[in-house]
């Protein structure tokens, strides 16, 4: 294979300095992914075993089209490189290394478990029981004590994992962590991943810098390509810190910067590259484009969230040419437009909080263009999600109470709630799980245990993909005709095939394991012919033809509606601005409701750092208020 193949000078250099550790800083569109698949490549072609590899994405989106990337070479198909996210490889090490069986509970899980301890809090936003999870979440990330306030509860958290044989996300880095500390058990993995490559590096947390860290050694061959000007996971515990440290972490470090961006115009680059100069915690870097200057940035002032959702539709609906390719898509055809013609799946409408989503969704629904929500708190995938989930926890092991408990609750199962109160009642005065509750107790011998037992008896017979077809529909998604319904069920058909050819159980509990640690960046179907709708943070890693950003007011760019890091809430601007290829509208509202309030803000400071020779400025004018019709009756006379 022509490793070298379409590389600049920077990025060869990148490909071939195998030895040692190598920071490669890659600012946005300057083809990160294509040298780290390049230099796997390098690597193998160099007489490295494929197994001896490991490259840790931030996705498992990323992950996957990585893999897609890498051509595997002649006859060693059967074996390829570890490429996963750092949870995925946390996942395998336990797998490896513990010799009982164990759940992973995701975020859901993880709410309920705490629900339990803390007795309710299941209401509608932000609960007690979502703040306690993620202070839960943050401990485990910078590897804290709890404070007093929060001990009890965290060590009863803990706990309730250990007795329902459960680990959480934040375990899935602290258990292999601690598992690495023995020597044998490190010796053993190192000698394994004698090549590591972590991508996105500049969001790792205090968990995950110990663990390469101690994974690699401290003159290990680690290659970690990141940006610091693209650190946006604080609440999750990242410090953009941590990258700058790197050369501190490992001895020799050879550093390589990538400077050519190959996606967007010269216009968006050198907009937001003189706004996120404004930071200082970065490293300094002049990434240029290979680009034309193209068309300037369009900063449009708009009345309200619904003029904004409006002016969205109508340029969307101007580039596609009114709306046949729309009569396209109701009519059945899916495939994007040939040629330069733009088609829904080339715009994104990106916006800083899930809570502005709604208003946008509701005008691309009422203008009939297609569009896809990634993240935030679409029911159809959450509830799939964690329907599917249980359902496989049960059929592996039906004393998982937690996993029990929502199946038997949910239709079509329709266990009754005060049968269930009843045997969760029979449980705890026995010291007996749910499943085993159930068969002695109340419902002894109903349908609902004897579906279970049915179930579990073929988990040892039945590939993955055909044990799908034999789980009842819970939720009624399988009913649901509904597109976002038929998309999930079309993503679990094709992951149950990848590892349908694995003998069971072995295939069951890989795809448990991909399911339990997909998180929501992972909803983004590239696929699909619509327009996405995402969170900035979302929008890490994706660029599209056409950007919308919108909401780009004070209080939200940035976000003052709680503490937050000026400079982490630039360097999340930036990434919106950075997604853009060809064309960037940048949209603020006048007055906003938002948070059951009618908001009157003015656009974001950080529109004043992009200098005007990059931007033109459009003000679409108030909407005329119309006066009730006695009102215009009486001024007739």
Request: net charge neutral; glycine share 10%.
């Amino acid at each position: 294979m022509d490793t070298f193949r379409n590389l600049n000078e920077a990025q060869r250099k990148a490909v071939l300095t195998a030895e040692g550790p190598l920071l490669v800083v890659a600012g946005p569109g300057t083809g990160k992914t294509m040298t780290i698949v390049r230099r796997i490549e390098h690597l193998i072609d160099e007489g490295i075993r494929p197994e001896n590899i490991l490259a840790v994405t931030f996705t498992n989106r990323a992950a996957r089209e990585m893999r897609e990337r890498l051509e595997a070479p002649p006859g060693r198909r059967e074996r390829r490189p570890f490429i996963g996210t750092v949870h995925s490889l946390g996942l395998r090490i336990l797998s490896e290394a513990l010799t009982f069986p164990f759940v992973v509970y995701n975020r859901e899980d993880q709410r309920e478990l705490l629900r339990r301890i803390l007795k309710g809090g299941s209401g509608r936003g932000r609960t007690p029981v979502d703040r306690v999870a993620e202070s839960i979440s943050r401990i485990k990330n910078l590897i804290e004590t709890p404070g007093d306030e929060l001990r009890m509860i965290y060590e009863r958290y803990n706990t309730a994992l250990s007795e329902n044989s459960a680990l959480d996300f934040e375990d899935l880095i602290l258990k292999p962590l601690d598992l690495l500390r023995d020597g044998d058990t490190l010796e053993r993995f190192r000698e394994e991943f004698k090549y590591i490559l972590v991508d996105e590096y500049q969001d790792i947390n205090p968990a995950q810098r110990q663990f390469f860290r101690l994974l690699s050694g401290s003159d290990g061959n680690i290659c970690a390509v990141g940006d610091p000007d693209q650190a946006i996971y604080g609440f999750r515990g990242a410090d953009v810190v941590n990258f700058l440290r790197f050369e501190d972490d490992f001895r020799g470090v050879r550093r390589i910067t990538l400077t050519e961006n190959y996606r967007s115009t010269a216009t968006v680059l050198n907009a937001s590259g003189s706004m996120i100069r404004n930071n200082i915690r970065r490293l300094e870097k002049e990434v240029v484009s290979v680009r034309e200057d193209g068309v300037p940035i369009t900063v449009i002032s708009v009345p309200d969230e619904k003029s904004e959702g409006e002016i969205i539709v109508g340029e969307i609906e101007r580039r596609i040419g009114g709306t046949s390719h729309y009569k396209l898509i109701r009519s059945g055809v899916r495939e994007a437009p040939s040629g330069d013609a733009y088609g829904f799946s080339d715009f994104a409408v990106i916006f800083r909080t899930n809570a502005q989503a709604g208003a946008i969704e509701g005008v691309f629904m009422d203008s009939g263009i297609p569009c896809q929500v990634v993240g935030g708190t679409d029911p159809v995938g959450s509830r799939g999600l964690n329907c599917m989930l249980s359902w496989l926890r049960v059929i592996m092991c039906p004393w998982d109470d937690l996993a029990l408990y929502r199946v038997a609750a949910m239709p079509p199962s329709g266990v009754n709630r005060g049968v269930l109160r009843e045997a969760g009642a029979y449980a705890r005065d026995k010291g007996v799980s749910l499943y085993e509750a159930m068969r002695e107790g109340p419902v002894e011998g109903s349908e609902f245990v004897s579906m279970i037992d049915r179930l579990h008896g073929l988990k040892d017979t039945l590939p993955i993909d055909e044990l799908l077809r034999e789980i009842p529909d819970a939720g009624g998604l399988k009913k649901d005709r509904g597109e976002k319904a038929g998309g999930f069920l079309c993503f679990l058909n094709d992951l149950a095939a990848e590892y349908g050819e694995l003998k069971p159980p072995s295939g069951i509990r890989r795809f448990m394991d991909e399911l339990s640690i997909m998180t929501p960046a992972d909803g983004f179907d590239p696929r699909a012919e619509a327009v996405t709708l995402m969170t900035m943070h979302m929008a890490k890693g994706l660029e599209f033809r056409v950007v919308f950003i919108a909401g780009v007011e004070g209080g939200l760019v940035p976000y003052t509606f709680k503490e937050v890091d000026m400079e982490e809430e630039r360097r999340l601007f930036y990434v919106a601005m950075t997604r853009a290829k060809d064309e960037l509208f940048i949209l603020h509202a006048r007055e906003r409701f938002l948070y059951g309030q009618r908001l009157i803000q003015g656009p974001s400071p950080f529109l004043r750092e992009i200098p005007q020779g990059f931007t033109k400025e459009r003000i679409i004018p108030d909407r005329v208020k119309r006066r009730k019709e006695k009102d215009k009756q009486g001024g007739l006379f």
